[in-house]
């Protein structure tokens, strides 16, 4: 079993087995049975501590400060540089995340966010902290 785990985000893969044929042979006074094993796909499962609604409103920002399509897929774990935004881009991000959240990001914990994960993680730390 493999797994990857980072901050408040966790990724785990679980390698699944499926019987796909059982044989039956006897030799003498014994019987034994044969299985053959054929893997399934990976079911991967990614978690994000932020609140969906925040989340989405976070993909709604990136997309209009991007520029993006309508058909463009913003997700949690969609990375700022994915979208080919620079880093002038990333810093017309945060200000419109601080503008439609009406919050102030400092400038250090700004200049880390890579993710829209983590761009919500940290408005919800925010916000938690102003209520």
């Known amino acids: 079993m493999a797994s990857m ?3 408040s985000t966790s990724l785990q893969a679980r390698p699944r087995q499926v019987v796909t044929a059982v044989k039956c042979f006897s030799q003498g006074s014994r019987s034994n049975l044969s299985f053959t094993l054929r893997p399934l796909p990976t079911r991967l499962s990614v978690s994000c501590a932020a609140k969906p609604e ?3 409103k976070v993909c709604e920002v990136v997309k209009k400060q991007l520029s993006l399509k309508e058909g463009d897929q913003v997700t949690a774990a969609t990375k700022f540089a994915e979208l080919g935004a620079d880093s002038l881009d990333t810093v017309e991000i ?4 601080e503008e439609a959240f009406d919050i102030e990001m400092e400038e250090d914990k700004a200049q880390a966010i890579e993710t829209v994960e ?8 925010i916000l938690k902290a102003k209520a």
């Open 118 to 125: 983590e761009a919500a993680e940290l408005i919800e730390e």
């Open 5 to 7: 785990a980072a901050a």
């Open 94 to 97: 945060v200000m419109g995340l």
């Open 54 to 56: 925040t989340v989405d």
